[in-house]
């Protein structure tokens, strides 16, 4: 059966463990390959690994390159940075698997290129690029286009032309400076937009012309913590962003409406964000190793901004700050609460009811309004998405649509290679009696015309969820059941 939020953590099935990595040293980031059984790893020791999983069923380092005893040789080439600089260790990653080429950011704020082998056993220098004097946050390559994007902790983003036949282009071709620090990226390559995510929570929309010239479209605001995780969707035009305020919002770019989706159920900051297109599931992770599952078919609506008052929109009591209205009606002040339905000012008296509201990205209890509990329908608290606990703390998650395989990166130096196939732990004789009940409910009303059925999504297991409701004058009586896997 659907469950709220609260209690579906503990009613759904985690991944089966593969396999786990165990790390000597922190793992600063790390990467999935999506078409072989492994992973890459930049490590804290200044070393890059890549992780191959041998016939024994264990994971071990095909290859393990140092950086600071290979990078002396182009001590020349960057002679303008420290020696100290030169030994930073690894920070960001990224992967092109088709062209494999993996390009390495530090904490010195230099960039490398590689050119990996194709037995995995062998990693070659083909470049370093300059242009950051502090730590990169993160990196983005577009073949397409053959630029390189990075952000570092200096307010900036570089861009480098990737092609080796270009003159000097090792060096940037181009920079735009931030507001704050740079953590996160991504492109629509066709478009050559790109969206920075910064440490105050904006999100730049940019385009890079074929000029090298950048100009900024517009800014997105809508979280309130850094924004750390940044996941773009060609095929639907969506922007994924996940944040340290805890939340998730789906910006619908393609449209040119500014309509955005926020989504609330995590309780500590996201640190991975992945799409599955085929089966049109959002797979998003939190630091204190929550798994969330959201279907991206169901239709939702946006958020309602909070609007400010200074008396309760609905007693109109004044709120501890309106010091006239107090001296006015002789009463104390009020705080101030919002009703995530409707969005308005309101005190907590008028305010006493809680509900989940999926269909508007709310999957945990919300503080309700009590005009907006009236006229509450029961579909709209059925639960949309499924949570699972792995019971660590994570730093990172990566997930392969392909081989439907999870990593988690733990706070405790492993890396957990999953089944990522979360089903719900469905109770078979609850299942069995809710199916009957409908079906029979159906049989007994079938030539009623107040009947009304409707499927409502479909459960991460892939099962139909389904609503049949009954009209009544004053109330509707509603059955929610999980066709049941047979």
């Keep these: 059966m659907a469950a709220a939020i609260d209690e579906g953590v503990g009613k759904v099935r985690r991944p089966e463990l593969l396999n786990k990595i165990d790390v000597e040293v922190s793992i600063n980031d790390a990467i999935l390959l999506t078409t072989d059984d492994g992973v890459l790893t930049a490590l804290d020791d200044r070393t890059l690994r890549i992780w191959l999983r041998r016939q024994t069923g264990k994971y071990w380092p095909s290859v393990c390159y140092t950086l600071d005893s290979n990078l002396m040789k182009n001590f020349v080439c960057i002679f303008i940075y420290e020696f100290i600089d030169i030994l930073g260790a690894p920070t960001a990653l990224y992967y092109h698997e088709s062209s494999r080429r993996l390009f390495c950011g530090c904490d010195s704020g ?111 605001n809508g979280h309130t913590g850094s924004v750390q995780n940044l996941l773009w969707d060609a095929e639907a035009e969506w922007l994924f962003s996940g944040s340290f305020d805890t939340s998730v919002i789906v910006w619908d770019v393609g449209t040119h409406q500014g309509l955005a989706v926020e989504l609330n159920g995590h309780s500590d900051r996201l640190v991975g964000i992945s799409y599955d297109n085929l089966r049109k599931l959002l797979i998003t992770c939190s630091a204190d190793g929550h798994i969330g599952v959201w279907p991206m078919n169901v239709k939702r609506n946006e958020t309602p901004k909070w609007l400010e008052s200074d008396s309760c929109q609905i007693c109109h009591m004044p709120f501890f700050w309106n010091i006239r209205a107090m001296w006015t009606q002789k009463q104390i002040g ?48 059925v639960p949309l998405a499924s949570f699972y606990d792995i019971r660590q703390g994570t730093i990172r998650m990566d997930y392969n649509q392909g081989r439907k395989v999870m990593m988690i990166v733990g706070i405790d130096r492993t890396i957990k290679v999953s089944n990522g196939q979360p089903r719900h732990d469905i109770n078979s004789y609850d299942q069995i009696n809710d199916y009957s009940y409908a079906i029979n409910y159906l049989e007994n009303r079938l030539n009623s015309n107040q009947l009304s059925i409707g499927l409502w999504g479909i459960s991460y297991s892939g099962d139909h969820v389904f609503v049949v409701g009954k009209n009544e004058k004053q109330k509707i009586k509603c059955i929610v059941s999980q066709v049941p896997t047979i």
């Design 110 to 220: 230099l960039v490398y290129e590689f050119l990996v082998a194709d037995d995995f056993n062998k990693i070659t220098l083909q470049c370093t690029y300059l242009g950051h004097q502090s730590r990169i946050q993160a990196l983005y390559f577009t073949s397409r286009n053959e630029l390189l994007l990075s952000v570092c902790r200096e307010k900036k983003l570089n861009w480098y032309s990737t092609n080796p036949a270009d003159e000097n282009h090792q060096y940037t071709r181009g920079s735009y400076t931030l507001t704050s620090w740079g953590m996160s990226i991504a492109m629509d390559e066709i478009s050559r937009q790109c969206f920075i995510g910064d440490s105050s929570g904006n999100i730049y929309f940019l385009k890079i012309n074929t000029d090298n010239k950048c100009h900024l479209t517009t800014t997105l």
């Design 334 to 381: 009020l705080r101030q609460h919002h009703c995530r339905k409707c969005g308005r000012a309101v005190c907590d008296k008028c305010s006493q009811t809680r509900k989940a509201l999926p269909l508007l990205g709310y999957e945990t209890v919300q503080r309700i309004c009590n005009d907006c509990v009236q006229t509450l329908k029961n579909d709209e608290t």
